[in-house]
């Protein structure tokens, strides 16, 4: 049958991302939880075709426990992005394995409640991701500006695949209860290796935003009263962008900015917000579009070159943000604008 190597073709290739997000080269601290959870999550796929492709029933007692740890995992990796904890790591290590201890107490004494329990964990878990995120891609303050709008998309298509996890388990469950379980395999077959791959890849997508060095230190937080205070604000954060070109720095992120301006990071968050119609991150690169315009059109450097000198690390970050703001590739617009040597895009 087609469906016995599924599970583990799909872990293969679980195992693969994991390895290339492993080896990233920059001297950043790898964000351990993320690659934790791509880690259980080939596990997992395995478990599915050793349980369903080959009969293996002990599986059972296995299989419920790194389905309760993934979700702890993911608000583990996306809580290191979104701020620095003050809790000791023995502290929250304790708090996280409470679900997957529960969970254990229940397949050994309890077995009928394990379902419930799973269901119950992925949509607290995937509510407290989104919850955490609720101002959008400015809650991930420690992340690159670089990188963190994609790593946005990456959490909440993970935390919305937690949603689809707790569906699925309800509509087996269901099966169980009213046609002794004839369809089970076939629904966990193909919409957990549907399940796993999206969190997979969107877990890999997330990771590539970094902690960077230093990512313990906490801006206070406070929001503006004002739209004078708001304009005050930017005012402030321009001047530490344009004056001494802080968006150069490729592990720039919204604390760092915060303290070199001087400005709690909330503060920041909500006059951009409000001013400026867009999140903290899109801001920064707009510096960094900005003059990545003007060294496009008067010199000859190589784009990959001025991709780096403006502070952005990947090609892909960089060609999706220059799109959002020209509306044309960098190639495009140094060809359009070169011969005239004008200032292309606005503050």
Same mark, same amino acid.
């Given at each position: 049958?087609?469906? $016995?190597?599924?599970?583990?073709?799909?872990?293969?290739?679980?195992?693969?991302?994991?390895?290339?997000?492993?080896?990233?080269?920059?001297? !950043?601290?790898?964000?351990?939880?993320?690659?934790? &959870?791509?880690?259980?999550?080939?596990? /997992?796929?395995?478990?599915?075709?050793?349980?369903?492709?080959?009969?293996?029933?002990?599986?059972?007692?296995?299989?419920?426990?790194?389905?309760?740890?993934?979700?702890?995992?993911?608000?583990?990796? @996306?809580?290191?992005?979104?701020?620095?904890?003050?809790?000791?790591?023995?502290?929250?290590?304790?708090? +996280?394995? @409470?679900? =997957?201890?529960?969970?254990?107490?229940?397949?050994?004494?309890?077995?009928? !409640?394990?379902? !419930? !329990?799973?269901?119950?964990?992925?949509?607290?878990? =995937?509510?407290?991701?989104?919850?955490?995120?609720?101002?959008?891609?400015?809650?991930?303050?420690?992340?690159?500006?670089?990188?963190?709008?994609?790593?946005?998309?990456?959490?909440?298509?993970?935390?919305?695949? &937690?949603?689809?996890?707790?569906?699925?388990?309800?509509?087996?469950?269901?099966?169980?209860?009213?046609? +002794?379980?004839?369809?089970?395999?076939?629904?966990?077959?193909?919409? %957990?290796?549907?399940?796993? @791959?999206?969190?997979?890849?969107?877990?890999?997508?997330?990771?590539?935003?970094?902690?960077?060095?230093?990512?313990?230190?906490?801006?206070?937080?406070?929001?503006?009263? %004002?739209?004078?205070?708001?304009?005050? *604000?930017?005012?402030?954060?321009?001047?530490?962008?344009?004056?001494?070109?802080?968006?150069?720095?490729?592990?720039?992120?919204?604390?760092?900015?915060?303290?070199?301006?001087?400005?709690?990071?909330? /503060?920041?968050?909500?006059?951009?917000?409000?001013?400026?119609?867009?999140? @903290?991150?899109?801001? $920064? %690169?707009? +510096?960094?579009?900005?003059?990545?315009?003007?060294?496009?059109?008067?010199?000859? /450097?190589?784009?990959?070159?001025?991709?780096?000198?403006?502070?952005?690390? *990947?090609?892909?970050?960089? %060609?999706?943000?220059?799109?959002?703001?020209?509306?044309?590739?960098?190639?495009?617009?140094?060809?359009?604008?070169?011969?005239?040597?004008?200032?292309?895009?606005?503050?």
């Amino acid at each position: 049958m087609l469906f $016995v190597p599924l599970p583990f073709v799909v872990a293969l290739l679980l195992f693969i991302l994991l390895g290339v997000v492993a080896r990233r080269g920059d001297e !950043a601290a790898p964000n351990l939880p993320f690659l934790a &959870l791509i880690l259980v999550a080939a596990l /997992q796929s395995v478990f599915t075709g050793l349980r369903w492709g080959y009969g293996i029933r002990e599986i059972g007692y296995i299989a419920p426990l790194s389905a309760a740890i993934m979700p702890a995992l993911l608000y583990a990796g @996306v809580a290191r992005l979104a701020r620095a904890s003050d809790r000791p790591w023995p502290a929250l290590l304790a708090l +996280h394995a @409470v679900p =997957a201890a529960i969970v254990l107490v229940l397949v050994l004494f309890w077995r009928d !409640a394990v379902d !419930a !329990a799973l269901i119950s964990i992925d949509f607290i878990y =995937a509510t407290a991701i989104l919850w955490l995120l609720r101002s959008g891609a400015d809650g991930l303050r420690l992340a690159p500006f670089d990188g963190a709008v994609p790593a946005y998309r990456g959490i909440i298509a993970a935390a919305f695949t &937690l949603c689809l996890s707790g569906l699925v388990d309800m509509a087996v469950s269901f099966d169980v209860a009213s046609g +002794h379980g004839a369809r089970a395999a076939a629904v966990i077959g193909i919409a %957990n290796l549907f399940i796993l @791959v999206i969190v997979g890849v969107a877990t890999a997508a997330a990771s590539q935003s970094h902690v960077p060095p230093n990512a313990a230190e906490l801006a206070e937080t406070s929001p503006p009263a %004002n739209d004078g205070e708001d304009a005050d *604000t930017l005012r402030r954060v321009d001047e530490v962008l344009r004056e001494k070109k802080l968006y150069r720095d490729a592990d720039l992120n919204l604390n760092r900015l915060a303290r070199r301006a001087g400005i709690p990071a909330r /503060q920041i968050s909500a006059a951009i917000n409000r001013a400026k119609a867009r999140n @903290v991150s899109q801001y $920064v %690169n707009e +510096h960094r579009i900005d003059e990545a315009c003007r060294l496009l059109t008067g010199t000859d /450097q190589p784009v990959t070159e001025i991709m780096f000198a403006v502070g952005f690390q *990947t090609k892909s970050n960089f %060609n999706r943000e220059f799109r959002r703001v020209t509306e044309m590739t960098p190639l495009a617009w140094r060809e359009r604008n070169a011969p005239s040597l004008a200032s292309p895009v606005g503050g």
